[in-house]
T-cell receptor
């Protein structure tokens, strides 16, 4: 089955630093990947759609200069949280799909804590 | 207002009981998925339903897609503590690039 690997699983960083999160599709090519943020006991909030070879599409209210997305290949998308602040602390999850009606395969998530 | 209304939001039951989670919308979906998420993990796909009226079974879980492809239900028979988790429905509007998630149902099954 399809596998999406997300790394790191946990990261603690100091306020003002940047953190990069990687999302890889291991056994399929993903022209589109999705980045979500999830607050405790809540559902997934779509942040942006990452398109291979082009600019990401951000959801309303998500700062594109704050959350940099790069999708340089068909198997890798990265999310960089720039100048992180404590309010950026959250659970970030990526997903990819093999195609219509396949559903999404999610990464295992990254727990970001900004201190 | 969410495109997909999921209910109930929270559900706490005893082991052995049955339960049903609902996912409703006024929009028509080309397909609908159900996911289960455990704390600290990403959601895991349980099932995809595509055809109106379709029923799929996965052991003690029964999934149904409404005839009009606007709603879906998940029924769990004889729930077990291992069923505890966040259940999410997600509807595919046109293609896999346009997926909308419900708010989730947090299920707790007590032994």
């Amino acid at each position: 089955g399809a596998v999406v690997s997300q790394h790191p699983s946990r990261v603690i960083c100091k306020s003002g630093t940047s953190v990069k999160i990687e999302c890889r599709s291991l056994d399929f090519q993903a022209t589109t990947m999705f980045w979500y943020r999830q607050f405790p006991k809540q559902s997934l909030m779509l942040m942006a759609t990452s398109n291979e070879g082009s600019k990401a599409t951000y959801e309303q209210g998500v700062e594109k200069d704050k959350f940099l997305i790069n999708h340089a290949s068909l198997t890798l998308s990265t999310l960089t949280v720039t100048s992180a602040h404590p309010e950026d602390s959250s659970f970030y999850i990526c997903s990819a799909s093999q195609g219509t009606h396949y559903g999404y395969t999610f990464g295992s998530g990254t727990r970001l804590t900004v201190v | 207002t969410q495109l997909l209304e999921q209910s109930p939001q929270f559900l706490s039951i005893q082991e052995g009981e049955n339960l049903t989670v609902y996912c409703n919308s006024s929009s028509v979906f080309s397909s609908l998925q159900w996911y289960r998420q455990e704390p600290g993990e990403g959601p895991v796909l349980l099932v995809t339903v595509v055809t109106g009226g379709e029923v799929k079974k996965l052991k003690r879980l029964t999934f149904q897609f409404g005839d009009a492809r606007k709603d879906s239900s998940l029924h769990i028979t004889a729930a077990q503590p291992g069923d505890t988790g966040l259940y999410l429905c997600a509807g595919e509007l046109r293609n896999n690039n346009d997926m909308r998630f419900g708010a989730g149902t947090r299920l707790t099954v007590k032994p």
